[in-house]
């Protein structure tokens, strides 16, 4: 059912939208902020983190 579902325009529009949706909610400033600071780090940058770790992909909640 999910594969004729996909072969309509409109659902493709629609589902491309909301995972476009996900991934500006998911990946905000706070968590930019994190990602660069760990990335510092590893070059050797002194910054202090926070004890939670962030998974690429994962909620914070």
């Known amino acids: 059912e999910a594969i004729e579902?996909?072969?309509q325009k409109?659902?493709?529009e629609r589902w491309a939208e909301a995972g476009r949706q996900r991934?500006?909610?998911r990946f905000s400033?706070?968590?930019?902020?994190e990602g660069l600071?760990?990335?510092l780090e590893t070059l050797g940058v002194?910054?202090?983190l926070t004890e939670l770790e962030i998974l690429p992909?994962?909620?914070p909640a």
Do not use: F, T
């Open 5 to 7: 579902q996909s072969g």
């Open 37 to 39: 600071a760990r990335a």
């Open 46 to 48: 002194q910054v202090e």
């Open 10 to 12: 409109s659902n493709r």
């Open 23 to 25: 991934i500006l909610e």
């Open 29 to 33: 400033s706070n968590h930019q902020a």
């Open 57 to 59: 992909g994962l909620d």
